[in-house]
């Protein structure tokens, strides 16, 4: 039995600037109803790529809950499947993303559309208490409440408007910095 | 627009304000006969549950942060523990992941092997939570029966690869070694036998007159609900809504293989704890026909270069577990360690379900709701 | 001969005799049907606490079946039970719940501790909420290692503490 060394480049592209490289058939309908979220927020909304059935927005973090709000009235989308917190220490500032998907629309079951915000990061923190905070999506995705509660302890992010910002999985008396975050090294890392 | 965010009746009567005292804590906690590896705070009003308050973390070993400081390849073992008898299908978006950052091919025996294995470790899954499900409501034949017949599939298991759980047996680029030459003689006998065997499970456990008074309008979730709360897998398949990652977007050959879903209408635990049942006997179906179309000869591993890494990218791949779509999200800096993994796993999409579908059940009621939301408190802390 | 020997003055020393004896003749026997009893019903508290427990219910399923050495898997309370098998990895909010379980059982007790993270911490010994080993918060037993065991290795475990009681003194 013969194991052959095979490299094939990626088969997407980078940046959305260049179209008539990516394949044929697909982005043009994520183009479609990214364009119609687009349009209507023209200048608060950035697309980062489009990606075949994946693709990714990025909102200023104040604009966020009116564009969640669009899309869960004029979009298919009905649910948030998961959401990202990250870390960026050299950009100051923390960004979270929502996955959000759709189980009514047929057309719609393979798309994945990303959102992401960012909130500045500071180097000390104190959660709850200082300038790290963020509009929190539940009224529009209710599935978001355990996720945002879970970025809540991992990275000290406050949700305004989450009734219930409070520890999920860690330990009660955990009093030191939120782990996820990039200056907390887990012990001899 | 309809109403966000659901509320369920509860049944008249009830209060849920502790006025003179007559609200009581309890904690059905993390030794309990029937909570498994967790905490739920249960007020209650009599014998019925006003609120309930799930506590996890108990098992949170920081799957997330360890994944940073180890490369892709050492990443393997640590990211099958969370559900160490399903580890291929927990692995699988992970590994689906890495390939698309790295940009290499899987050669098509190597899919057929994945797919074989995926499928028998969610037989095994599935078996052992019928089983727990049986020991939870008092039914000692119910764990016994399924615990012994998942042996079958672990024996097989290990013939493949080597080891009764935790296997690592898929890398980026394809399976770590071949199955054995006589593997596919072996495989359909047990399977045509397994599929016999648990077809006699209506008898003890589906078909029990006690067994349904006990979960039938137990615990019921509606169609919308079901949606809004972001549900899925077998929660969602058993309150009307037909989502199957498998069938919707297919990966590796699931897109060549016939895959049926099943989809109950009534939404209650009794429907919950049939979809898998169902589920299981359409795996038999499609190990045999991946055994038939597997081509015979071919490589199964297309070989790495050592430090695999990936330029600034980032991909979300998704997956169906035994417990729902489990998908990985990763976002790579050009290093040999991922900057993020984050894995959403099926069994922490569905735990917002129970908070609310406890509100107004009897107390009593409680094991069969709980389990029945096809939860695995070690996936769900990572 | 009886009552010469037995006056008024020495019957008390008379009865501390016969407690001697007795208690020397009956002590090997008497403790050694105290072990027998003890370590042929072993009755385990029901906590999981993590992976392990996977492979803990595999040992007690018709293959490898763990009650034929008396441990059943008793669901009453803990204050029936003198065993505590600690299955796998204990995080930092485990830890307390795990020390008053222990508190909570009455004497004879035992522990297992099964797996490599409950021996050193094992797979996940740098993490920010594991414990490593659980030597600190629990006197073990016995030590079964792997990751996770195999069932028939923590019958070999089982087996061992069995010889273990053996030769322990009745209290």
């Known amino acids: 039995m013969s194991t052959t060394e095979t490299k094939v480049p990626p088969k997407h592209t980078k940046k959305e600037t260049v179209p008539e490289k990516t394949e044929d058939t697909t982005p043009a309908f994520e183009k479609s109803f990214v364009d119609q979220i687009v349009n209507q927020f023209s200048d608060d909304i950035e697309i980062e790529y489009i990606k075949e059935n994946r693709t990714k927005l990025k909102v200023k973090k104040e604009k966020i809950v009116d564009v969640a709000k669009f899309i869960k009235d004029n979009t298919p989308f009905d649910h948030a499947e998961s959401v990202t917190g990250v870390d960026f220490p050299d950009d100051k500032e923390i960004g979270v993303t929502y996955h959000l998907g759709s189980y009514t629309d047929p057309d719609y079951s393979k798309q994945v559309l990303a959102l992401a915000t960012r909130a500045p990061r500071e180097e000390t923190p104190n959660p709850g208490n200082d300038s790290t905070k963020l509009p929190s999506l539940r009224n529009m995705f209710y599935s978001v409440e355990f996720h945002e509660r879970e970025i809540f302890e991992m990275l000290g992010v406050y949700f305004d408007g989450h009734p219930d910002n409070r520890r999920l999985l860690l330990p009660e008396d955990w009093a030191d910095l939120p782990p996820l975050r990039k200056d907390f090294k887990n012990k001899g890392r | 627009m309809t109403e966000v965010i659901p509320t369920k009746q509860m049944p008249p009567g009830l209060q849920v304000e502790n006025v003179d005292d007559r609200i009581m804590t309890l904690n059905v906690g993390p030794q309990h006969p029937g909570s498994g590896h967790m905490r739920i705070i249960v007020k209650i009003d009599g014998d019925y549950i006003v609120d309930a308050d799930p506590d996890p973390g108990y098992v949170h070993r920081g799957e997330e942060k360890m994944a940073e400081s180890r490369n892709y390849i050492t990443n393997i073992p640590h990211l099958e523990r969370p559900v160490i008898h399903d580890s291929c299908n927990i692995l699988y978006p992970y590994v689906l992941g890495v390939e698309d950052l790295v940009g290499i091919e899987v050669p098509e025996r190597a899919k057929y092997v994945r797919v074989i294995a995926a499928e028998l470790n969610r037989c095994i899954y599935i078996?052992?939570?019928?089983?727990?499900?049986?020991?939870?409501?008092?039914h000692s034949t119910m764990f016994m029966w399924p615990a012994g017949d998942r042996e079958?599939?672990?024996?097989?298991?290990?013939?493949?690869?080597?080891?009764?759980?935790?296997?690592?047996?898929?890398?980026?680029?394809?399976?770590?070694?071949?199955?054995?030459?006589?593997?596919?003689?072996?495989?359909?006998?047990?399977?045509?036998?397994?599929?016999?065997?648990?077809?006699?499970?209506?008898?003890?456990?589906?078909?029990?007159?006690?067994?349904?008074?006990?979960?039938?309008?137990?615990?019921?979730?509606?169609?919308?609900?079901?949606?809004?709360?972001?549900?899925?897998?077998?929660?969602?398949?058993?309150?009307?809504?037909?989502?199957?990652?498998?069938?919707?977007?297919?990966?590796?050959?699931?897109?060549?293989?016939?895959?049926?879903?099943?989809?109950?209408?009534?939404?209650d635990s009794y429907a919950r704890s049939k979809v898998p049942w169902l589920d299981m006997l359409e795996s038999c179906n499609i190990i045999r026909q991946a055994l038939e179309k597997m081509p015979k000869s071919g490589s199964i591993r297309t070989k790495l270069k050592p430090n695999p890494k990936g330029g600034i990218d980032e991909v979300y791949r998704r997956v169906e577990t035994g417990r729902g779509a489990a998908g990985c999200h990763i976002i790579s800096r050009e290093k040999p360690e991922p900057y993020r993994l984050k894995l959403s796993v099926g069994s922490f999409r569905n735990l917002i379900a129970l908070p609310y579908l406890l509100k107004g059940e009897k107390l009593g009621n409680m094991p069969a709701v709980y389990w029945s939301l096809n939860y695995w408190p070690v996936e769900a802390d990572r | 001969m009886l009552k010469e020997l037995v006056t008024p003055q020495n019957a008390n020393v008379f009865v501390g005799k016969l407690g001697d004896i007795l208690y020397k003749a009956l002590d090997q026997p008497l403790g050694m049907a105290i072990n027998w009893g003890r370590m042929w019903s072993l009755w385990p508290v029901h906590i999981e606490t993590a992976c392990c427990s996977v492979e803990f219910g595999a040992a007690s399923s018709p293959r490898y079946d763990v009650e034929r050495f008396g441990i059943i898997e008793a669901f009453g309370s803990l204050r029936q039970c003198d065993l505590v098998v600690v299955q796998g990895t204990i995080?930092?909010?485990?830890?307390?719940?795990?020390?008053?379980?222990?508190?909570?059982m009455p004497e004879p007790k035992y522990v297992i501790a099964m797996g490599a993270c409950a021996i050193t911490g094992g797979l996940y010994f740098d993490s920010y909420n594991v414990l490593p080993g659980i030597d600190g918060i629990l006197p073990v037993d016995v030590y079964v290692p792997g990751c996770p065991p195999r069932p028939e290795t923590l019958i070999q475990g089982c087996m061992l503490l069995q010889e273990k009681i053996k030769r322990m003194k009745a209290r």
């Open chain 3, 91 to 104: 995080t930092r909010k485990m830890a307390p719940r795990l020390r008053l379980v222990y508190d909570q």
């Open chain 2, 127 to 138: 078996q052992y939570w019928l089983a727990i499900y049986g020991i939870f409501l008092g």
């Open chain 2, 152 to 267: 079958l599939f672990i024996d097989l298991m290990e013939k493949i690869t080597g080891a009764r759980v935790t296997h690592a047996y898929f890398i980026p680029g394809g399976v770590r070694n071949d199955i054995p030459a006589n593997f596919e003689d072996v495989c359909l006998r047990q399977v045509n036998y397994f599929e016999k065997r648990i077809k006699e499970y209506a008898d003890i456990f589906y078909d029990n007159p006690i067994l349904k008074a006990r979960t039938e309008d137990a615990g019921v979730l509606s169609r919308e609900d079901a949606i809004r709360l972001g549900t899925t897998g077998s929660v969602l398949r058993a309150s009307g809504v037909d989502y199957d990652v498998r069938i919707k977007e297919p990966y590796d050959v699931y897109d060549e293989l016939d895959v049926h879903t099943n989809v109950l209408k009534e939404g």
